[in-house]
Structures are given as structure tokens and as C-alpha cells.
T-cell receptor, first 109, second 114 residues
Framework: GQSLEQPSEVTAVEGAIVQINCTYQ??????LSWYQQHDGGAPTFLSY????GLEETGRFSSFLSRSDSYGYLLLQELQMKDSASYFC??????????FGAGTQVVVTP | EAEVAQSPRYKITEKSQAVAFWCDPI?????LYWYRQILGQGPELLVQ????????DSQLPKDRFSAERLKGVDSTLKIQPAELGDSAMYLC????????????FGPGTRLTVL
């Protein structure tokens, strides 16, 4: 079957580092995207990995291992505004994304 | 900054009524997506358009849902008749033809079926 697994919730203090893991089992795989969604807001694109390795975008980094069907999103120097839900999404075909259930990140002072 | 527009933002209806949602994608984006998001879950793709053609509607409940993008620009999603289980956020997104991994989402329509 098709599935994406990520933790439901992570709590950390301001300034800390958080890693959100995502394992997947899908019928097709072109790459792994990450999206952020604040309460009541729309998902916004964060990063994308098509090849193995680490992609860095400011305080956020994303990693992919295709052989392990695994990826993670790393949030560094956590800020209060980073409190949100984070979704991994597999690009199954040229345009289709299958989203995970999301990880709620709670940042505390 | 270009944005995806959706209307209405909120819709309350009674079961068995018809509802329609409208989406205007970012100008130039060939690909348009309709998603349904239930609270606490990730977005689920309902239908994907490439220009005016449907390329994926495998998860669209076709007995009650329909979608169109007649001129390859804006799009309408319709539910008739609405059921209690249709209460959810309906999100529209768009992307460039070859950048489906980077989708731009609209603010969504929050549907409540009573």
C-alpha cells in the first residue's frame, strides 16, 4: 500500500533544533517536498529533494535517502513563529503530491 | 506578489444542498489542483488539471463532485448534494507545468455541512 509516516507532534524550546522524520512507501517516487502550515493558513512550500543528500535553505534543511525511503526536515534556531504543522509530501508523478498527516511543532519560550 | 485566489472563504450549507467553490490560480500556472483537508490531516488531492484537461481525478467522488477548468485558467469545484462528511477545508493550488513539487496554495474554503 501507499503510506507516509511522520511523528504527530514535536515540542522544543526557542533556539533548539528539531528534526522531523518522514518514511514513505508509494507507488511512484520523483522526490520529497516539505510544506509548512500555520493554524488557519494555507500550506506553503519549504523545500524539495529529488536526489539523495542535504538541501539547505536558511534555517531549514531537508535530507533524502532514496534507498531507505526516508527523509527529514531540520529546523534550526527555532523561533516562536516556527510553531506550525509540517507536512512531507511524495511527488508520485510529474505533478501529483501525496501528503503525510503532518507533524505539529510546538515551540515554547 | 502573485497569489492563488479562492472564494468564498467560508460556506455553511445544509445537507443535500449544492455548493460551488471558485479558484483563480497564479497567472501562467498551467497546473491546477483541488485538495480536501480534514482537520488534523494532510491535504488529499481530489482533482488535477493540466491546462483545461483533467489528468488525475482518481480520488474525486464522482457521484457528487464535479470540477471544471473550461478555459484553462480559473476553476470551479461543485458538490451536489452535500453530505455531512463533506465538511472540510477545500484548498486550491497551482504550479508551473514542470514544477509540481512546488505548489502555491490559496487560502481555502472552509465548508460546514449541517
Amino acid at each position: 500500500g501507499q503510506s507516509l509516516e511522520q511523528p504527530s507532534e514535536v515540542t522544543a524550546v526557542e533556539g533548539a533544533i528539531v528534526q522531523i522524520n518522514c518514511t514513505y512507501q508509494t507507488s511512484g517516487f520523483y522526490g520529497l517536498s516539505w510544506y509548512q502550515q500555520h493554524d488557519g493558513g494555507a500550506p506553503t512550500f519549504l523545500s524539495y529533494n529529488a536526489l539523495d543528500g542535504l538541501e539547505e535553505t536558511g534555517r531549514f534543511s531537508s535530507f533524502l535517502s532514496r534507498s531507505d525511503s526516508y527523509g527529514y526536515l531540520l529546523l534550526q534556531e527555532l523561533q516562536m513563529k516556527d510553531s506550525a504543522s509540517y507536512f512531507c509530501a511524495v511527488r508520485e508523478s510529474w505533478g501529483k503530491l501525496q501528503f503525510g498527516a503532518g507533524t505539529q511543532v510546538v515551540v515554547t519560550p | 506578489e502573485a497569489e492563488v485566489a479562492q472564494s468564498p472563504r467560508y460556506k455553511i450549507t445544509e445537507k443535500s444542498q449544492a455548493v460551488a467553490f471558485w479558484c483563480d490560480p497564479i497567472s501562467g500556472h498551467a497546473t491546477l489542483y483541488w485538495y480536501r483537508q480534514i482537520l488534523g490531516q494532510g491535504p488529499e488531492l481530489l482533482v488535477q488539471f493540466q491546462d483545461e484537461s483533467v489528468v488525475d481525478d482518481s480520488q474525486l467522488p464522482k457521484d457528487r463532485f464535479s470540477a471544471e477548468r473550461l478555459k484553462g485558467v480559473d476553476s470551479t469545484l461543485k458538490i451536489q448534494p452535500a453530505e455531512l462528511g463533506d465538511s472540510a477545508m477545500y484548498l486550491c493550488a497551482s504550479s508551473n507545468r514542470d514544477r509540481g513539487h512546488e505548489q502555491f496554495f490559496g487560502p481555502g474554503t472552509r465548508l460546514t455541512v449541517l
